[in-house]
């Protein structure tokens, strides 16, 4: 049972950071990709970043490249999203996301079959 625990969200103001963190558990997830996504009110889910675990390949949607570092730890199983320069408008419930190889539509929700319960993160301006 892969399991997804998200945590390091919080209230920042404009321009600072966080450190998201996805511990993941119940598989080995060399063979994995792993995603981070972000749910603001009245928004549909959207993707964020993604690496493939094995090879360390990323991707970013074009409105936090730049600012954002999608990263993994082998020995910790945790995927991390470093967020800096932050925006009012990257305030969202941000969820981690696993699926098993990689697939040519990474950055498609329903690419995804495990998801963990999200982490909020505030920007205030």
């Known amino acids: 049972q892969v399991q997804l625990v998200e945590s390091g969200g919080g209230l920042v103001q404009a321009g600072g950071s966080l450190r998201l963190s996805c511990a993941a558990s119940?598989?080995?997830?060399?063979?994995?990709?792993m995603g981070w996504f972000r749910q603001a009110p009245g928004k549909e889910r959207e993707f964020v970043a993604a690496?493939?675990?094995?090879?360390?390949?990323?991707y970013y949607a074009d409105s936090v490249k730049g600012r954002f570092t999608i990263s993994r730890d082998n020995a910790k199983n945790t995927v991390y999203l470093q967020m800096n320069s932050l925006k009012p408008e990257d305030t969202a419930v941000y969820y981690c996301?696993?699926?098993?190889?990689?697939?040519?539509?990474?950055?498609?929700?329903?690419?995804?079959?495990?998801w963990g319960q999200g982490t909020q993160v505030t920007v205030s301006s």
């Open positions: 996301a696993a699926r098993l190889g990689y697939t040519a539509q990474v950055m498609g929700v329903n690419s995804y079959n495990y």
């Open positions: 690496i493939r675990w094995s090879v360390g390949i990323t």
């Open positions: 119940g598989r080995t997830f060399s063979s994995y990709t």
